[in-house]
């Protein structure tokens, strides 16, 4: 079916519909079959924004069980792992008044509290559960013989459905998050904007969020896939929920970390985000805040190195190649004390948001091996640092890296 969209361009601008923009197109189109006996070709729903989007659907099916509809999701130029999927409606005519939402097959289950959903539903957000009520009701005020008050004699039960949700949940963060069985159905605009770094920010919120309202006894913050994984070496003791893969948005995981009063975290990274983080930077896209070779410079001298050493690593291309330099030639010195300059500004920012919390910052490898770490139990910096940026730093709009790649260490 994923023929049906359009391909994706990695560096286009084309936006798309969210799951819960196809759920509710489905929906509605079911409700006009179930109502009217005939399929429309295309339907036109209301989106949370105000706008609308015209769908076409891609199964049909009327018959005693009630009218089922699926469309092709069609999300823009956006890497989203829903693009091409069927999200589908089942509706029928029940006994009990009023819309009835609930989740099938594909539809994950939410099993953790922290979401602000009911433990045991559907992982069918509040707004799109809203659009999908609207659209419905659309459909019934049109097509119904007695229009609305159609709703008041008897009700439809609206049962989502996406055939593939449980194996597109496993590249989703759906499992670390307690939902399981399927997708998550989702959107607060109706749209899908490519390469969104608000999309990608809330997701992180959402992870740091979700651990500490279930009790971990400390958050790991993971620069990127590869970190989290020797992360989770590194802390075995741990339960997976604890481990936060962070992308670029240090300042705001912590900030989460402050609100919510979590006891403990650490910082595990490597090396091209460990150096940005000790310059003070609390986003560190590859593209937005660049490693500063002066200041690694300063730093080996600050740690005694050779002036030749020094020499080097002001030539340096990339934070990899600083490392590279330092393995070389014997210095572990200044990763040492990268390391700790990292610590140093992530407790300058903890304290300018009033918190207070046993922090750890620790340095792997692109093989995950442990190169240093520093920690303190307490708020206070060792050294005087320069105060971090404002929380929310302008980024760049391209997309945002998914794993540690070496290409983000320049």
């Not at 999200?87 to 099993?111: K, N």
């Not at 097509?143 to 593939?164: H, K, M, N, W």
């Not at 805040?289 to 080097?312: H, I, K, M, W």
């Not at 934070?319 to 393995?327: A, D, I, N, S, V």
């Amino acid at each position: 079916m994923a023929d049906m969209v359009p391909p994706r361009n990695k560096r286009g601008a084309r936006t798309g519909y969210t799951t819960g923009s196809n759920a509710a197109a489905a929906a509605k189109a079911a409700t006009i079959a179930l109502l009217s006996g005939h399929w429309p070709e295309q339907v036109t729903i209301t989106l949370p924004i105000g706008e609308t989007a015209t769908m076409t659907p891609a199964i049909t099916r009327l018959d005693a069980d009630g009218a089922y509809c699926c469309m092709v999701k069609d999300a823009g130029d956006d890497p989203d792992v829903t693009h091409g999927a069927l999200i589908c409606a089942q509706v029928r005519i029940v006994a009990t008044s009023g819309i009835h939402i609930e989740g099938g097959q594909g539809v994950g289950r939410v099993t953790l509290p922290g979401l602000g959903l009911p433990v045991g539903g559907p992982a069918i957000n509040p707004v799109p559960r809203q659009q999908i009520t609207a659209n419905v009701i659309d459909a019934v005020r049109e097509y119904a013989p007695d229009g609305e008050t159609f709703l008041e004699r008897q009700g439809l039960e609206v049962i989502i459905s996406v055939p593939d949700g449980e194996r597109i949940a496993q590249k989703t963060l759906n499992p670390r998050l307690g939902i399981v069985g399927g997708i998550s159905i989702l959107g607060t605009t109706g749209k899908v904007f490519p390469y969104s770094t608000a999309a990608w920010r809330a997701s992180v919120i959402q992870a740091v969020e979700m651990a500490a309202r279930n009790g971990v006894p400390k958050i790991i913050l993971c620069t990127g896939g590869r970190s989290e994984k020797f992360a989770m070496q590194i802390f075995p003791e741990l339960p997976e929920i604890a481990f936060v893969e962070l992308s670029v948005f240090t300042g705001d995981a912590l900030k989460v970390c402050v609100s919510h009063g979590v006891p403990a975290a650490a910082f595990v990274g490597m090396i091209g985000k460990m150096i940005k983080t000790a310059q003070g930077h609390m986003q560190t896209h590859v593209a937005g805040n660049q490693v500063d070779f002066t200041f690694l410079s300063q730093v080996c001298r600050d740690v005694g190195a050779p002036e030749s050493f020094v020499a080097e690593v002001a030539r340096a291309n990339t934070g990899r190649h600083f490392l590279e330099l330092c393995q070389a030639n014997g210095q572990m010195a200044p990763l040492q004390r990268i390391v700790e300059l990292a610590l140093d500004q992530c407790l300058w920012f903890i304290t300018g948001l009033s918190g207070t919390m046993d922090f750890e910052t620790i340095l792997v490898d692109f093989d995950g091996r442990v190169l240093a770490r520093a920690a303190r139990t307490g708020m206070q910096p060792t050294t005087p640092v320069t105060p971090p940026p404002p929380l929310i730093e302008r980024l760049p709009t391209d997309p945002l890296p998914e794993t540690d790649d070496p290409v983000e260490d320049v």
